[in-house]
């Protein structure tokens, strides 16, 4: 069975930083294109960030650059997303997703999703 499993989640002050884990269970993540995405209450889900199987290529969304950093660990099957100066705006339920494929920004080819995890950034 195919699994992603999201941690990390929780409650902290602007400015404050997060580590969310993406672990894999079923196959190898470094085989696949891992995404992180966000979803806000009311909005739709929103790429954040993108590593490549095959290069280790990343990409990031224009509001996270500078901000938040995505890294593999192959030993441990997991993808980290690294969250500095957390602002309000990025509170939201944070998923990770996996495609065989490179990266994209487009949810809907990414063909394995773990169950989110929520961020909630606030004084």
């Known amino acids: 069975q195919l699994q992603l499993v999201e941690s990390g989640g929780g409650l902290v002050q602007p400015g404050g930083s997060l580590r969310l884990s993406c672990a894999a269970s079923g196959f190898s993540l470094d085989s696949n294109a891992i995404g992180w995405f966000r979803q806000a209450p009311g909005k739709e889900r929103e790429g954040v960030s993108c590593i490549n199987n095959s290069n280790g290529r990343t990409n990031y969304a224009d509001s996270v650059k500078g901000r938040f950093t995505i890294s593999r660990d192959n030993a441990k099957n997991t993808v980290y997303l690294q969250m500095n100066s957390l602002k309000p705006e990025d509170t939201a339920v944070y998923y990770c997703?996996?495609?065989?494929?490179?990266?994209?920004?487009?949810?809907?080819?990414?063909?394995?999703w773990g169950q989110g995890t929520q961020v909630t950034v606030s004084s």
């Open positions: 997703a996996a495609r065989g494929y490179y990266c994209s920004g487009d949810a809907s080819l990414f063909a394995v």
